[in-house]
């Protein structure tokens, strides 16, 4: 167990529609980073915050957005979901803005129909 | 910018033997490495890190990695195989000075044939 937990663990949804993901990041943890995975494109980093403040952007789409909150969880909202946006969503965590040593939340599998 | 290979998305090896997993990077700045494994239905678990000093680094699980500048390579290895090394592997860089994001490689599945 990483400490690291997601809800919900799964979620089925239709295409058009808006899901939102939260993560609460292990104690003590400043920077919370979200990551998609499927089989075609493998682990993408999307986002990164650290203390409430957007840190890095990586691959995210413009209708996926993310915030961190004053007691540190996260929320990934993604919007006009689309078949293509199936994929397990992971939740890190770390201590800093260390960029490497981050802990994984056992994700969120989300599927699109 | 920096990039990560990992040669061979499949490997496959007997229980007891050696474990090698390649892993090649690019960085323009000296590199942060990582290994992470990942067990099926699963998230990603840290096995072992270099960041600086000595080059190679032992991790969780009796795995190690060697950070060889000259190759530009982190592989990954266990002298013997056990059933449950069964996973998938990553490998990821970062840069080491200022921020930057953490680049995965793809991820290569290990296989142990009993």
């Known amino acids: 167990d990483s400490g690291v937990t997601q809800t919900p663990k799964h979620l089925i949804t239709a295409t058009g529609q808006r899901v939102t993901l939260r993560c609460s990041p292990r104690s003590g943890d400043l920077s919370v980073y979200w990551y998609q995975q499927s089989l075609d494109q493998g682990l993408q980093f999307l986002i990164q915050y650290y203390n409430g403040e957007e840190r890095a952007k990586g691959n995210i789409l413009e209708r996926f957005s993310a915030q961190q909150f004053p007691d540190l969880h996260s929320e990934l909202n993604l919007s006009s979901l689309e078949l293509g946006d199936s994929a397990l969503y992971f939740c890190?965590?770390?201590?800093?803005?260390?960029?490497?040593?981050?802990?994984f939340g056992p994700g969120t599998r989300l599927t699109v129909t | 910018a920096q990039s990560v290979t990992q040669l061979g998305s499949h490997v496959s090896v007997s229980e007891g033997a050696l474990v090698l997993l390649r892993c090649n990077y690019s960085?323009?700045?000296?590199?942060?490495l990582f290994w992470y494994v990942q067990y099926p239905n699963q998230g990603l678990q840290l096995l072992l890190k270099?960041?600086?000093?000595?080059?190679l680094v032992k991790g969780i699980n009796g795995f190690e990695a060697e950070f060889k500048k000259s190759e530009t390579s982190f592989h990954l290895t266990k002298p013997s195989a056990h059933m449950s090394d069964a996973a998938e592997y990553f490998c990821a860089v970062t840069p080491s000075g200022g921020y930057q994001k953490v680049t995965f490689g793809t991820g290569t599945k290990l296989q142990v044939i009993p």
């Open positions: 960085s323009s700045v000296p590199p942060y």
């Open positions: 890190a965590s770390s201590v800093n803005v260390d960029r490497g040593e981050q802990y």
């Open positions: 270099y960041t600086t000093g000595a080059t």
